[in-house]
């Protein structure tokens, strides 16, 4: 199952996407966290301290990604004439959670017990020429040519705000938590995701962060209504991490509501006809808008319409 973890900056989603993959990992579950952020503290979070964290980033090889997935796709006649939302097809490269391929092999690294992927930071080569979204690109390659089994998780720390949506990267999710603190600028951007989200059928259930008292929980559940799936209380443990110093055992109550993620998370079968759905829409949408003009191709024909991605494609 694949996790988005979103939400206003600040908001506390990137302790959460930590928490979450960390809790996953300790009950012995293959997960795979990736730090989607332009802000790339996902492994901090997790625990790694001292010098820079040394995975290779996604978003410096893309084209290398390009090539390795693309396999002997005929629909795909080079790196070059790909771009962030080409879908599989067959003759593609599908992936397994954590596979013993090249991809996997060169940019995961683990932080603890948690196996850790990074998209790579935006820096001064960046500046007026490109966006974030390009580096995201490599992401949703990822997502797009993994066949991720049951009970295996991957965990994306995504960029703050609904910036998420300038990408159909969103879509590649089986469930998005917000993470929401219970404030006025908490919730606005809960209302922003949920209603682009609802044109297309996206399950996000909230989550409150930071909450120190009834009146906090009160609040939220005012603001979100249903979509209030559990909150977290105020957590000495995680100040503590921060700090990096780890004492004792995090709170009852969140890891009540740790797993109260995961029994939401579980409770969803995949629906791989959509998720493909979705992926070729966007496909799409980007090959008329700007990508068949930039590549020189017509990137419709990418299309595979006899091919879904999932287990049996995977056989």
Not at 294 to 302: I, P, S
Request: glycine content about 10%; proline content about 5%.
């Amino acid at each position: 199952m694949r996790i988005a973890f979103v939400g206003k900056g600040g908001s506390g989603k990137t302790t959460l996407s930590a928490l979450f993959s960390r809790h996953l990992a300790h009950s012995g579950a293959p997960v795979l966290a990736v730090d989607g952020d332009i802000n790339q503290h996902l492994a901090e979070a997790l625990g790694h301290d001292g010098d820079t964290f040394d995975a290779p980033p996604l978003g410096a090889h893309l084209r290398d990604i390009k090539e390795f997935l693309r396999g002997t796709n005929p629909r795909i006649p080079s790196a070059d004439a790909m771009i962030k939302t080409t879908p599989p097809g067959r003759g593609s490269r599908l992936l397994r959670l954590l596979g013993d391929d090249e991809l996997h092999a060169r940019h995961v690294r683990r932080v603890g017990n948690v196996p850790v992927m990074v998209t790579g930071e935006f820096d001064e080569s960046d500046l007026g020429v490109a966006c974030y979204h390009s580096k995201l690109g490599a992401v949703e390659l990822y997502l797009g040519h993994l066949v991720d089994g049951p009970g295996e998780y991957v965990v994306v720390d995504m960029t703050a705000g609904a910036d998420a949506f300038a990408s159909g990267l969103f879509t590649r999710f089986d469930m998005t938590f917000l993470v929401a603190e219970p404030t006025r600028k908490g919730v606005s951007v809960y209302r922003q995701y949920r209603d682009h989200a609802r044109e297309f059928g996206i399950r996000i259930a909230v989550i409150g962060n930071k909450v120190t008292c009834e009146d906090d929980l009160l609040f939220l559940k005012e603001e979100v209504g249903d979509d209030l799936l559990t909150h977290l209380v105020h957590s000495s443990w995680v100040r503590a991490a921060e700090q990096g110093r780890e004492q004792g055992e995090l709170e009852s109550h969140n890891v009540h509501a740790l797993n109260v993620l995961r029994e939401a998370v579980d409770a969803h079968p995949k629906d791989w006809p959509t998720i493909h759905g979705h992926a070729v829409e966007f496909h799409l949408r980007n090959a008329r808008a700007w990508a068949d003009d930039r590549t020189g191709h017509d990137l419709a024909a990418q299309v595979d319409p006899e091919f879904v991605p999932g287990p049996t494609a995977l056989a």
